[in-house]
């Protein structure tokens, strides 16, 4: 069995989000991390490759800094890593971005496409499914519980306040919820051995069957009107009352402002 889980590198949230003039992200500037989605759609791969000895291919697009979250990745026990980085590609929306992963993976060989449900810098949840449109593959999103039955593959889909049970032929994609497992953790001498692999970088012309109308910012539908951190809320109003002026404080509030 082969498995290619879809990765991305997302800026660390806790360390201050940096924008460039035209409306992205700065990348560059900010501490990153693995999106959670995407580390629990790593771990079932693991977890199928504990049990099944699948060859699991992480593959991510980004900046060449987006090589430590394939390092990453194979020191908790991926077998080979994929960066997909080239200055062409950069600014891309959910299509854009879905585009060049299905171009990339066009070269690869797989039985199942892991993605996460969707990327903590964007949670648009729409990457995942583009590509399974993109390479004409069934999809089932959500996961919560992953199972191979032969050639086919077994999900728990979280559904409302319940789960639906979907089964699909492979090869297939599914979309993964940083729910559906806790993630193990790298081993030592995993770090090592990923730090002495060689990680495989692909540019645009590595890309199958796209047009570069459809790549990078410029081939991104999706444009930003503004973009902002997030604005601090004041210290708010403070008052000193007994318990009884309290509670009549507080029902006053709600009621000026229809609560109650």
């Not at 993605?115 to 949840?125: C, E, F, S, V």
């Not at 459809?214 to 081939?219: A, E, I, R, S, V």
Request: glycine residues 10%.
């Amino acid at each position: 069995m082969k498995i290619v889980v879809c990765v991305k590198q997302v800026p660390d949230t806790k360390g201050g989000v940096k924008f460039n003039p035209d409306g992205t992200l700065d990348r560059g500037a900010m501490l990153a991390i693995m999106n959670p989605d995407d580390k629990a759609g790593l771990e079932a791969a693991l977890r199928l490759k504990d049990e099944y000895g699948a060859e699991v291919t992480v593959l991510t697009m980004g900046l060449p800094k987006a090589e430590e979250v394939l390092r990453e990745a194979m020191a908790m026990g991926a077998d080979k890593g994929i960066l997909v980085t080239d200055r062409v590609l950069g600014g891309a929306d959910t299509w854009a971005t879905s585009t060049t992963l299905a171009g990339a993976l066009r070269n690869l060989e797989y039985d199942l496409i892991i993605t996460g449900r969707q990327a903590i810098d964007g949670d648009t949840a729409q990457v995942g499914p583009q590509i399974s449109e993109h390479l004409d593959l069934p999809v089932i999103s959500y996961a919560k519980d992953i199972k191979i039955e032969g050639d086919s593959v077994v999900v728990e889909r979280q559904y409302d306040d319940r789960y639906h049970v979907l089964k699909a032929k492979m090869p297939c994609l599914v979309t993964a919820l940083s729910e559906l497992n806790e993630p193990r953790y790298m081993t030592p001498g995993g770090i090592f051995d990923a730090y002495d692999a060689e990680i495989t970088v692909w540019g645009r012309n590595d890309l199958k069957d796209v047009d570069d109308a459809n790549l990078g910012l410029n081939g991104s539908p999706t444009k930003i009107a503004k973009a902002s951190d997030k604005v601090r809320k004041g210290a708010g109003e403070k008052v000193e009352l007994d318990a009884d002026e309290s509670v009549a404080y507080i029902m006053g509030k709600l009621k000026e402002k229809h609560v109650i």
